[in-house]
């Protein structure tokens, strides 16, 4: 098959469905599929194995006509010159444009919803209706509301993501690593791999801090990723004079590596489809901590697999964090736990296998009513 994804954004970062594209092309590649991907740039790219074919039209500022026919225009161009069997979309700007060129070339469009943080939110699934071809859902709770919404149920797939174990495996703690990154030998640290945005709830790791350091745990905290709010978090863990206790890392495409420094892993999110760094850190074999939202008690089952808070709750997180600090035979047995559940239902294979599926099951539909 020759696919194209079609992954664009306003601000260029390397977040979840980027992750979801660049995870997705990769395996393609491998398996003999000719692929492209049109982004919006950023560190994007280096993520993609050499075989993918990719093409940066910036960032997309709005969903004006102007940029809607220039993305329909970039489509349109990438798909001819390769040929392209199916288009696979992951924004609704990334739909809308996609559905256009599928009206004059009939060339099919399958599209992921990776949150329900969209404009429109109580009518998001009706927006899908007659502009995709099969909607993947990341999650059950993405699935259950896209059906609430006006999507009828036979036109989604429940397609979880997939960690590649073999990349992703309990190691021993690496010394030198936390040394270069300045972090003491006596400090523990507590990771966060997220876009450095509101909904990822970064400011409430930084406020538990304090809470977490009048316990007698000496901490760092390691924030993965990058986004809008960065200077606005430096300036919180300054007012709160937990400077000190904070590394902001930036992205980094060895995140395996990085795990095996983290005696904790935190996702505080707001809203969370299905988060990839989560299903990493529990196929790293670290203790996980995250909140009651979206999908992610479709993967982290509390106290079996990892802890679940309420969003927003910071006193609840620092609880949780310094718990799973001090109780050790609690973090080796969810530790344990999370590995198992990962094994048997977010399996790398897996979702490639899935999702090839229903690339096939709608080229063949296309061949039916040709």
Do not use: W
């Amino acid at each position: 098959m020759n696919i194209l994804f079609v992954a664009t954004n306003v601000n260029g970062h390397y977040g979840g469905s980027e992750r979801y594209v660049s995870v997705l092309s990769n395996a393609l590649v491998e398996q003999g599929h000719k692929v492209a991907v049109i982004c919006s740039g950023g560190p994007m790219a280096k993520h993609l194995d050499k075989k993918v074919v990719v093409e940066s039209v910036g960032p997309i500022i709005d969903t004006s006509v102007q940029e809607t026919n220039r993305l329909v225009a970039a489509i349109e161009r990438v798909s001819k010159k390769h040929k392209i069997d199916l288009v696979h979309s992951n924004s609704l700007m990334d739909l809308k444009a996609s559905s256009l060129v599928k009206k004059t070339s009939g060339i099919p469009v399958v599209h992921t919803v990776h949150s329900a943080e969209q404009t429109n939110i109580n009518s998001l699934g009706a927006q899908f209706v007659g502009k995709a071809d099969k909607v993947i859902a990341v999650s059950i709770f993405i699935k259950t509301y896209l059906r609430k919404t006006g999507l009828f149920s036979r036109l989604v797939n429940l397609i979880y993501h997939g960690v590649d174990t073999s990349k992703f495996r309990e190691r021993e703690l690496e010394p030198n690593l936390k040394t270069s990154l300045g972090i003491k030998s006596t400090e523990r640290v507590i990771m966060c791999v997220a876009r450095l945005e509101p909904i990822k709830g970064i400011n409430h790791i930084i406020e538990a801090i304090p809470k977490i350091l009048e316990r007698g745990n000496n901490i760092r905290v390691v924030f993965v990723g990058e986004g809008s709010h960065k200077n606005e978090y430096k300036k919180l863990a300054k007012d709160l004079g937990v400077e000190k206790k904070v590394l902001f890392f930036g992205v980094t495409n060895k995140v395996e590596e990085l795990l095996s420094i983290a005696d904790v892993f935190c996702l505080s999110s707001n809203n969370e489809a299905l988060s990839f760094a989560i299903l990493e850190a529990m196929a790293e074999g670290k203790p996980v901590v995250a909140t009651k939202v979206g999908g992610i008690p479709e993967v982290v089952v509390d106290k079996v697999t990892g802890l679940l808070i309420s969003p927003g709750n910071t006193q609840d997180l620092a609880n949780a964090i310094n718990k799973l600090l001090e109780d050790k035979p609690l973090a080796r047995k969810l530790s344990k736990n999370a590995k198992v559940r990962i094994n048997e239902n977010f399996r790398f294979d897996r979702m490639i296998g899935e999702t090839v599926d229903t690339y096939e099951e709608v080229l063949e539909k296309e061949k039916v009513y040709a």
